[in-house]
């Protein structure tokens, strides 16, 4: 090969090339190579110190969730065909992905019911801070409202960005866990390009969707709204905010679709849909619209067209709108969608089908209910909100002990039990608080146990308080 | 089997077929209408599909089998680095104790994923020549916004205000993308003759209005420019930073190091040169390294290492060295002195991709330094080795229809220009393109970098034989001899795929994005 | 084939204006639409928009690529051709006639003076 070239060596093309100053010059200070085997111990002996939902009942949510997947799933994932294969650029060898792409968005749509849905972006938080992007292209106003029922990672990613792009982001509390509507009609003037909430929102509650939508529009124009004390709305004819809502999507069962309630983009995190928990990553974020912002959509979007022999056939279509063609002017930067992992999104939900999404929604109201309820009458625990506002698979309860100590407590009895709400958001009114997820791998029985557990935990803690121990 | 009439997943089944089988209802029914409005409610299940599992099964694996796969086949795509992806990262990302494990699971419980992380940084530092390592960004486009963002919070931090940033005109179209969303202006820098920065231009334009110049090198044209020490000092000189496009990794690893060309932010990409599965485009990961003087900025969480103290919080003495904690670092604590409140915040939720992290350091693991270089080194031959047979060949003169647009030798991928083969076969990059697709090879990248006239840009990578290399090049031979003949064979190609060409015009005029259920 | 009428002035940035009366029909050139390829999405600016000479004011898609269409005159938007939202192909087909994009009312005639003739303009093409 080296003759072919016309070079003794390979060391040749380097030197030709890099010059002295910048070339290494000695080994990299990395461990030797090991051969398969040793790696796989090594990899073996590093997850055997993790204490995965595999080992401890776990009750973590906030924004991702222990459900099961399928089989076949796995199987489907691991084929070379699905695994291996680059971006589809070249759609006569690429109909697998682009059609499960095609399947997908076709899913995404029907959930959200919202008309235009991308083949997917990384994961929820980034997908609530893209749509923003997008609403300030859309009506280029650089002033967002957001909900404090916001995951609080999405926050904090919509802050990050927004300071790039030039927006202000305007926090409005909650009330007794839900979006305060009064404070959220005040924030929204004719200034305001765009309104985020999730739903349910990050303490599990369920918002009044369609209340909140209208509110900001009527906000956002100027129309008299209860209370509404902001400066107004804009120029006659100006748009109104765009209604963007953060969606857990294994709620979309359940709950009505965001394109009913008011929403214009609904994003998420897909995780929930058939994915692994992977320690955070990597899982899908979906980005479903209205009609109108279809070219305008970041990602990467599959069409349906016609070979020349007329055979029914999908492309990537709408590229202009990405980053390789319009360049400057793209709608996004993004180059990759999560293709795999919306793979696994919609095989899930097609094994689900449609009477079995809606079944896993209703079994996840009845033992979040059950749960909840079994919970909040231990002693020193309680509702963090008022019971009479709905959970459907998450909920916040409030010990009436150090909650870092209980949860230690709880470990040792092999018992996660939820996440500590306070190191997440923050916030005072969140002392004290705990964020119990519900999926349908954690049975009642699993439920009782941590029901004894919790209840043991938190009494040890409040008796060692109660005697004054350091 | 490809060639059937496409039926989608929700043009299967009948009413009533299911899969999945709800486990049983093993608390109090709760009705949702007594708990919720009926405006908050769903009025009708959604229309999903309606299919058994073997339905379901037989339809996916069918589909699969459209796809061209790169354990099928060779890829030789330009700045992709489509090199071989081992199985077993596969099995290793699924070990349990990796993939259930919670990503808000409390550090002391998740210390081999930690460490794994931390150590996945050390690697990363050591590859790049920069100290300090971030893992959260999700793929290299977003490693790329990291990167400008950071730049955005260094000059803020010096009460300095700049607007505009370089990207060469060969650059990757992200580049420009990522610079206007992140606030920037886009100011693009000529190339030279030899395809490396034209340094006139780059004196003329550096000045205090830089925020930073973003990079890659080698660059898209496969070639080191020769001159980068003197664009890190130019750089510099005007107080901006240097940025890394790490798409281009492959062809350096362990011979030449970013941080000691002067770069003060560098992104990877860990579905390029370390073997994260494309996936059929995505999921990747794209972390980044940075200077001493960016690292204050870093995105949060990071990881960090401890080690134990001698004695416990609880006062009791320790019984013997104890080993290193690893931590999450939200900004406060540890690295308060250096990095406290400064970071640029969060770019996404959790810490980031950890399943592309186990395969990626099972890749390190696996190769080693030795190996690294060795890859690096390899990719190098094998790039160079199929230019030169492309030259070499002279049934037709391949080195006359498809000549090298740039330089003489190259790195780890070569831009060709099929320029001479439109204005003498009459046949355009498109068309060699789709041809090839015939042969059972995936085409190099076509029209980019949008510099050179009809361009093809080939890296084969490390994992490529030599017999796969040759049987590429006389696939090019191939078809410009059919050419020669009759270029309307290649015009109207592929013909044994699945699907023949598309009509992209019909998608983009009237899109058809979902079924109409 | 390259076509530049005589009758029409140009700007350097592949947009052309036809002057009547006060007012300027406006388009993008022959160059400009081969460049794109087949133009797949024009979506107008609304009535009553006003236009600066040099500014971008729209965008023409085609599959491959996007491009903003200069203003080669400043002006009101009198009328936009709404003919393009069925058909953008005739962009491509007829450019200068059924390609019409927007009709102006000048605000400053004397704008003219800057654009340049069908020769200029074939000669900043390269012949």
Known sequence: MLDAIGVGSVQEIFDSQIPAPVRLGRALDLPAGLPEQDVYEHLRELARRNVSAEDELCFLGAGMYDHYVPALVDMLLERSEFLTPYTPYQPEISQGGLQVMYEYQTAISELTGLAVSNASVYEGPSAVASAGYMAKLHNGRSRFVASAGLHPHSLATLRTYAHGFGAEVVEVPLRDGLTDIDAWSGAIDGDTGAVFFAQPNFYGLVEDAPALSAAAKAAGLGEGAPGSGGSGGGPAGQAPPVVIAQVDPITLGLLAPPGECGVDVAVGEGQSLGNRLDYGGPSFGFFAAREEFLRRMPGRIAGETRDVDGRRGFVLTLQTREQHIRRAKATSNICTSQALNALAGVVYLSWLGRRGFAELGRLLLARTHYARNALVALEGVEALHPLSRPAVREFALRLDADVAAVRERCAAQGVNPGADLHALTGREEDRGGLLVAITERRTRAHIDRLADVLGAAVAAERQGQAVGAS | ?517 | MADYPEDLLYHAEHDWARIEDGEAALGITWYAQDALGEVVFFEPPPVGRVLVQGEPYAEVESVKAVSDVIAPLSGEIVAVNEALAENPQAINDDPYGDGWLVRVRLSDPGEREALMDAEAYSATLGG
Request: hydrophobic content about 40%; aromatic content about 6%.
């Open chain 2, 1 to 517: 089997m490809q060639r059937e009439a496409a039926v989608t997943i929700f043009e299967r089944g009948a009413p009533g077929r299911r899969a999945f089988q709800c486990p049983a209802l093993d608390v109090p029914e709760v009705d949702p209408g007594e708990l919720l409005p009926a405006h908050l409610l769903r009025a009708a299940p959604p229309r999903l599909p309606e299919v058994s599992e073997p339905e379901l099964v037989r339809h996916y694996v069918r589909l699969s089998k459209r796809n061209f796969d790169l354990d099928s086949g060779f890829y030789p795509l330009g700045s992709c680095t489509m090199k071989h992806n081992p199985r077993l990262h596969e099995r290793v990302a699924a070990l349990p104790g990796h993939a259930r494990l919670h990503p808000l699971q409390d550090p002391p419980r998740a210390q081999g994923a930690l460490e794994l992380m931390y150590n996945l940084q050390q690697a990363l530092a050591e590859i790049s020549g920069l100290p300090h390592v971030s893992l959260q960004p999700s793929a290299g486009s977003h490693g790329e916004l990291a990167g400008v963002l950071l730049t955005r919070a260094y000059h803020e931090d010096r009460g300095e205000t700049r607007h505009r940033i370089l990207t060469p005109d060969t650059a990757h179209g992200t580049n420009p993308a990522t610079v206007t969303m992140a606030g920037f202006e886009v100011l693009a820098l000529a190339t030279n003759a030899e395809g490396g920065i034209d340094m006139d231009d780059l004196r003329a334009k550096a000045d205090e209005d830089i925020a930073c110049l973003m990079l890659t090198n080698p660059n898209t044209l496969g070639l080191f420019d020769p001159n980068i020490a003197e664009i890190a000092e130019i750089v510099h000189g005007v107080g901006a930073t240097l940025y890394y496009d790490g798409a281009n990794l492959n062809a350096v690893m362990g011979l030449s190091r970013p941080g000691d060309m002067g770069f003060d932010i560098v992104h990877f990409n860990l579905h390029k040169s370390f073997t994260q599965p494309h996936g059929g485009g995505g999921p990747g990961s794209g972390p980044i390294a940075v200077s001493e003087r960016i690292a204050p900025y870093l995105p949060m969480p990071i990881v960090v290492r401890r080690e134990a103290e001698g004695a416990q919080s609880n006062g009791k003495a320790s019984a013997g060295a104890a080993a290193p904690i690893f931590d999450l670092d939200h900004g406060r604590g540890l690295m308060e002195a250096r990095v406290g409140s400064r970071s640029i915040g969060r770019l996404r939720g959790f810490q980031g991709n950890y399943g592309c992290f186990v395969r990626a350091y099972a890749y390190i693991c696996s190769l080693g330094a030795e190996g690294l270089k060795d890859a690096s080194e390899t990719a190098v031959l094998n790039a160079n080795y199929l230019l030169a047979r492309l030259r070499n060949e002279t049934h037709p003169p391949l080195a006359e229809y498809l000549p090298l647009a740039y330089g003489k030798l190259c790195l780890h991928e070569f831009v060709l220009s099929g320029g001479p083969m439109k204005r003498e076969l009459g046949l355009k990059t498109l068309d060699l393109a789709k041809r090839l697709l015939d042969h059972g090879f995936h085409p190099p990248t076509v029209y980019f970098p949008l510099l050179v006239d009809e361009a093809l840009m080939v890296e084969p990578t490390e994992t490529e034989t030599r017999e796969t290399l040759d049987a590429f090049a006389e696939a090019i031979a191939a078809i410009l001899r059919e050419a020669a003949e009759d270029p309307e064979i290649a015009r109207g190609a592929p013909y044994t795929t699945p699907v023949r060409r598309l009509d992209e015009v019909a998608a983009a005029k009237n899109p058809v994005i979902r079924q109409a259920l």
